[in-house]
């Protein structure tokens, strides 16, 4: 299940700075749902989106949070103005249908810190 | 709201040692339960899974999981660890929909 891409693997990023994680599905994958795990906490979803579409974003924070899946390229998860708490491992996962068996195929992760 | 509890964040073993992995869930309905090992430096992936019928459930590599749902529990287990099951493993919960909820995992260390 090498298929699911994420870069950069890490990035630090200072205070004030904007995060980009990029996120490729799996072939024929077209759901891609977005976790971050903060130190010793478990996964917590943020946000599934569908080509051009945002389906659930209840769990990203509403300010300075973004994600996008456009119809072309990889997602993105956007982070402006990163602070501290933002230090954390992003987790892309994607599935060919929205999937509610939870078998979802992991990227490897983004591990941002900010400095 | 729903919870997962992963009782143990660090366990030491030796090989061939008795493995068993505490997971514990708050959520009174119908769930769906998952196992997730994630090998140092590799993806999450998934181990095993219950949905319905037995409650002991088989996955790869030897491990199994137990559901008993009077106790809201889906224990990890394994008869004879090896080396390479030197992992972090993860419990998570869904409710028949996407959002999969997920414990804070367990990093299981095993000594040669």
């Known amino acids: 299940n090498a298929g699911v891409m994420q870069n950069p693997r890490h990035l630090v990023r200072r205070r004030g700075q904007e995060a980009r994680l990029r996120c490729s599905p799996m072939?024929?994958?077209?759901?891609v749902y977005w976790y971050r795990q903060l130190p010793e906490e478990g996964l917590k979803f943020m946000v599934y989106?569908?080509?051009?579409?945002?389906?659930?974003e209840s769990g990203m924070p509403k300010e300075r949070f973004s994600a996008e899946f456009p119809k072309e390229g990889p997602s993105i998860l956007r982070i402006q103005q990163v602070v501290r708490g933002d230090s954390a491992a992003y987790f892309c996962?994607?599935?060919?249908?929205?999937?509610?068996?939870?078998?979802?195929?992991f990227g490897e992760g983004s591990r941002l810190t900010v400095l | 709201a729903q919870s997962v509890s992963q009782h143990n964040h660090h366990v030491i073993l030796s090989e061939a040692a008795s493995l068993e992995l505490g997971c514990n869930y708050s959520?009174?309905?119908?769930?769906?339960l998952f196992w997730y090992v994630q090998y140092p430096g590799q993806h999450l992936q998934l181990l095993l899974k219950y949905f319905s019928g037995d409650p002991l459930v088989k996955g790869i590599k030897g491990f199994e999981a137990e559901f008993i749902k009077s106790k809201f529990s889906f224990n990890l287990r394994k008869p004879s660890v090896q080396w390479s099951d030197t992992a972090e493993y993860f419990c998570?919960?869904?409710?028949?929909?996407?959002?999969?909820?997920w414990g804070a995992g367990t990093k299981l260390i095993i000594k040669p």
């Open positions: 998570a919960v869904n409710s028949g929909n996407y959002q999969l909820i």
């Open positions: 959520y009174g309905g119908t769930v769906n």
């Open positions: 989106l569908q080509k051009e579409n945002i389906i659930d």
């Open positions: 996962a994607t599935s060919r249908d929205s999937t509610n068996t939870g078998e979802l195929f």
């Open positions: 072939k024929g994958h077209s759901h």
